[in-house]
């Protein structure tokens, strides 16, 4: 089923995959502590890296990364794809 009304692609969603943002992260990479919070570095299920950030007004998604096959393939050291 393709869902046609999603009127928000970069809005509460991955925009690569479309995993919900009020979901639970894929994979949380780091967090750190701020003045206001805390921000959460976390990896989507396509491979995305999202910097969250979150305080009073609850957590949403500030920055994010294209999807690894694409944004850091070859930043991986040592591992040659040859096409
Ligand atoms: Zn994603």
């Known amino acids: 089923m393709i869902s046609t ?3 928000r692609p970069d809005g509460d969603a ?3 995959c479309g995993w919900p943002d009020r979901a639970e992260p894929f994979q949380v990479v780091s967090r750190h502590n701020t003045a206001g919070g805390h921000t959460v570095w976390t990896r989507c299920g396509c491979g995305s890296l999202q910097m969250r950030v979150v305080d009073a007004c609850g957590m949403r998604v500030v920055s994010r990364s294209r999807p690894a096959e694409q944004g850091a393939a070859d930043v991986r050291s040592g591992a040659v794809w040859v096409t």
Do not use: K
């Open 14 to 16: 991955c925009p690569h």
């Open 5 to 7: 009304a999603h009127g």
